[in-house]
């Protein structure tokens, strides 16, 4: 008689659809133990459930290392339309000032649905739901809830803008001006910055206010000579946050741990933006353009930090600020003589308090005022590249051009193409082997790199072949080749060693990290431990892998797996994830009518 284990629990899910979770009191796949076992779910035809990682099923043979069956712990729908009326009229009138005048508007009105369920196994699961389509709000008994909840969101937004391009002598200037407004059409929670309101809730909401702005703008042309001029240019920009993070987890009925709730109520972006050009164009090929120009953009999305009792929470806000200068340089030859290029350097920065929104989620706590510890001053963004040089160099013969070999151009209709570029390291912020910042925020810099891409491209024209009848229909073969020169520097590392392979964790793992238990590929009655409950997976197979059994013995001891897993880092490894690509080759073929 086979013994029956008492360590599965035995229960029997009789709930069916295409997320739940099944299961069934049944034998281990070598019938040696008696569990409760996952069942593949027949309306989908997998395992269904949260993700699991206790199958050794893999190339390493290794438990606990890859998702073998189960879920992502959530799916979202998502629906957006949107209707639109734009127009504009443009009147030019001629004189001693000549005038350019244009005036325009544009309207939207949007909807937009979403469901979503976190836990869709879970009989009380977190959900997020604002839409009358795929069922609406399933998971409600509450009538008001679900009236709130089974319906989109429709919001609108409008603009109205006039400019007039006024040209006098040469000197050409545009003031203009633009109005701006959104309505969320929907309400929004009054107290958010001290408690949580539930969407069933009476009290506790009301109406999102429509959001204005008056933008006015302006630039100048002066010419300088005939070849030259200088511009200088102001605007005052609107523009509001995504709309997900206004009512994304807005009408929640309760919070899940460390949640960031949507705020319909969110204030407009406003950008102050100057910039001002020198343009000279030093002969009939060559030209020179230097810009600078310097942004402030106030109001950018965030995360809030509430530590409302009993459980904290996040609310979308806009209390984040960003600095944006630089300077460019611009040297074109335009292409003749078969030869033509461009050349850029950026120098730039960007500072701020938030790369993004979701930067100051889950900053650390100050334990002794509970408050959260967010940036006292700006830092360097996380996409702050303080130099960048573009070139950009063209080869090319047309129509009858190119040397001629025995009434042959071999270089007629080809383009050759190189395209490179230098740039310096984006910043990043210390820590240490526990992955505690040990610095300022982003006080360090990546390394810098540089790469050059090539292109090859030859034109046959039909008409060459089939006469005129072809028309100007052409065939074109070409090969790109980027990272031609096989540079495979070093693009990034891990900010806990400073190394772009050592994470400071993978290749610190011993032979102690991983479970003493043997594994036996065979069960024998004669050795109870060959069948005990720590062979097998939670599906019923055996941890047993041949792939980790080095000696062929049957055991996969705990040296074995430290060995197995060493193997599998060095394959990671292989893979240079935080090197430059190697040189990579494309061939094409294209048809042009």
């Given at each position: 008689?086979?013994?029956?284990?008492?360590?599965?629990?035995?229960?029997?899910?009789?709930?069916?659809?295409?997320?739940?979770?099944?299961?069934?009191?049944?034998?281990?796949?070598?019938?040696?133990?008696?569990?409760?076992?996952?069942?593949?779910?027949?309306?989908?035809?997998?395992?269904?459930?949260?993700?699991?990682?206790?199958?050794?099923?893999?190339?390493?043979?290794?438990?606990?290392?890859?998702?073998?069956?189960?879920?992502?712990?959530?799916?979202?729908?998502?629906?957006?339309?949107?209707?639109?009326?734009?127009?504009?009229?443009?009147?030019?009138?001629?004189?001693?000032?000549?005038?350019?005048?244009?005036?325009?508007?544009?309207?939207?009105?949007?909807?937009?649905?979403?469901?979503?369920?976190?836990?869709?196994?879970?009989?009380?699961?977190?959900?997020?739901?604002?839409?009358?389509?795929?069922?609406?709000?399933?998971?409600?008994?509450?009538?008001?809830?679900?009236?709130?909840?089974?319906?989109?969101?429709?919001?609108?937004?409008?603009?109205?803008?006039?400019?007039?391009?006024?040209?006098?002598?040469?000197?050409?200037?545009?003031?203009?001006?633009?109005?701006?407004?959104?309505?969320?059409?929907?309400?929004?929670?009054?107290?958010?910055?001290?408690?949580?309101?539930?969407?069933?809730?009476?009290?506790?909401?009301?109406?999102?206010?429509?959001?204005?702005?008056?933008?006015?703008?302006?630039?100048?042309?002066?010419?300088?000579?005939?070849?030259?001029?200088?511009?200088?240019?102001?605007?005052?920009?609107?523009?509001?946050?995504?709309?997900?993070?206004?009512?994304?987890?807005?009408?929640?009925?309760?919070?899940?741990?460390?949640?960031?709730?949507?705020?319909?109520?969110?204030?407009?972006?406003?950008?102050?933006?100057?910039?001002?050009?020198?343009?000279?164009?030093?002969?009939?090929?060559?030209?020179?353009?230097i810009s600078a120009y310097y942004r402030d953009v106030y109001n950018q999305l965030g995360e809030r930090y509430i530590p409302a009792l009993p459980q904290p929470f996040f609310i979308s806000s806009i209390t984040e600020y960003g600095n944006a200068k630089g300077i460019e340089f611009t040297f074109i030859k335009r292409l003749t003589d078969h030869f033509g290029f461009t050349l850029n350097y950026t120098l730039s920065q960007a500072v701020g308090t938030s790369s993004g929104p979701g930067d100051n989620y889950l900053v650390p706590i100050d334990p002794y005022t509970g408050a959260a510890s967010y940036p006292l001053s700006e830092y360097p963004m996380d996409y702050d590249r303080r130099h960048r040089i573009n070139a950009i160099i063209n080869f090319a013969w047309m129509d009858g051009e190119g040397p001629s070999i025995a009434g042959i151009r071999p270089l007629e209709n080809t383009f050759f193409n190189f395209t490179g570029f230098f740039q310096t390291g984006t910043p990043y912020t210390p820590v240490d082997m526990q992955g505690n910042a040990i610095g300022e925020v982003n006080s360090e810099r990546g390394p810098s790199y540089w790469s050059v891409d090539f292109r090859l491209n030859k034109a046959f024209k039909m008409r060459d072949i089939f006469g005129d009848g072809a028309g100007n229909s052409q065939i074109e073969f070409f090969i790109d080749i980027n990272n031609i020169l096989n540079r495979t520097a070093v693009a990034g590392f891990y900010t806990r060693t400073g190394d772009p392979d050592d994470d400071g964790v993978s290749f610190y793992r011993t032979p102690s990290a991983f479970s003493a238990t043997t594994y036996y590929k065979e069960a024998d009655y004669g050795n109870p431990e060959s069948f005990s409950t720590d062979q097998y997976d939670m599906y019923g197979n055996r941890y047993y892998n041949e792939n980790a059994d080095f000696d062929g013995n049957g055991l996969v001891t705990q040296q074995e797996k430290y060995d197995s897993y060493v193997n599998y880092l060095k394959d990671v490894r292989s893979l240079r994830g935080n090197y430059q690509l190697p040189r990579t080759v494309y061939l094409g073929l294209m048809f042009r009518f």
């Open positions: 008689r086979q013994p029956r284990s008492t360590l599965f629990p035995y229960t029997t899910l009789f709930r069916s659809d295409q997320y739940e979770y099944m299961s069934k009191l049944e034998k281990t796949k070598d019938g040696y133990l008696l569990g409760d076992i996952p069942q593949i779910n027949k309306l989908t035809g997998y395992y269904e459930g949260d993700a699991s990682s206790q199958s050794s099923d893999n190339p390493y043979g290794i438990p606990f290392m890859f998702t073998k069956h189960g879920n992502e712990r959530n799916f979202s729908f998502r629906k957006g339309n949107y209707w639109q009326l734009d127009g504009n009229y443009t009147l030019s009138l001629d004189g001693e000032f000549d005038h350019m005048f244009k005036a325009g508007f544009e309207g939207r009105i949007y909807e937009m649905h979403r469901h979503m369920n976190s836990l869709p196994w879970d009989g009380n699961p977190f959900f997020d739901v604002y839409t009358d389509e795929w069922g609406g709000n399933l998971y409600t008994t509450d009538q008001d809830v679900k009236t709130k909840t089974s319906q989109p969101y429709k919001p609108y937004r409008g603009s109205l803008y006039v400019l007039d391009q006024i040209t006098y002598k040469g000197i050409i200037m545009t003031p203009g001006v633009r109005f701006d407004f959104f309505s969320p059409n929907s309400q929004y929670r009054v107290q958010a910055d001290s408690n949580f309101t539930p969407i069933s809730s009476t009290t506790g909401f009301a109406d999102a206010k429509t959001k204005f702005q008056v933008s006015p703008r302006i630039n100048i042309t002066y010419p300088i000579t005939e070849r030259s001029n200088i511009s200088i240019a102001y605007g005052l920009y609107f523009k509001m946050p995504e709309l997900q993070s206004l009512y994304d987890a807005f009408a929640v009925e309760q919070l899940r741990g460390n949640a960031v709730l949507g705020d319909p109520n969110l204030e407009a972006q406003r950008t102050n933006a100057y910039q001002v050009a020198y343009n000279n164009q030093l002969s009939d090929d060559f030209a020179l353009t």
